[in-house]
């Protein structure tokens, strides 16, 4: 079981950065790939990062290639995620997620209470 708890979303103005943090709780914290989640009101939840449990290989959504670094610090069981030159069409509610294994786009088991994002033009 991974307790999931997410922190560093808020308002920013277009072209700023933030970093999410995702702090997890519970067993074997290095045994799971994570990854990072958003939802738009009225959109559904659409895939936007994930690092394997090494923190060797990482995904990323289109929309976010070139702007967004997935990192993980075992050592503090966080998983960090670097938003730069934000758009406004990245204002969502973030989610950290955890699973068991490789690193996928799908298929997490365990889940964040979000962070909201938004982002002014």
């Known amino acids: 079981q991974v307790q999931l708890v997410e922190s560093g979303g808020g308002l920013v103005q277009a072209g700023d950065s933030l970093r999410l943090s995702c702090a997890a709780s519970?067993?074997?914290?290095?045994?799971?790939?994570m990854g990072w989640f958003r939802q738009a009101p009225g959109k559904e939840r659409e895939f936007v990062a994930a690092?394997?449990?090494?923190?060797?290989?990482?995904a990323y959504a289109d929309s976010v290639k070139g702007r967004f670094t997935i990192s993980r610090d075992n050592a503090k069981n966080t998983v960090y995620l670097q938003m730069n030159s934000l758009k406004p069409e990245d204002t969502a509610v973030y989610y950290c997620?955890?699973?068991?294994?490789?690193?996928?786009?799908?298929?997490?088991?365990?889940w964040g209470q979000g962070t909201q994002v938004t982002v002014s033009s």
């Open positions: 997620a955890a699973r068991f294994g490789i690193v996928t786009t799908v298929a997490y088991d365990y």
């Open positions: 519970g067993r074997s914290f290095v045994s799971y790939a």
């Open positions: 690092i394997s449990w090494s923190g060797g290989r990482t």
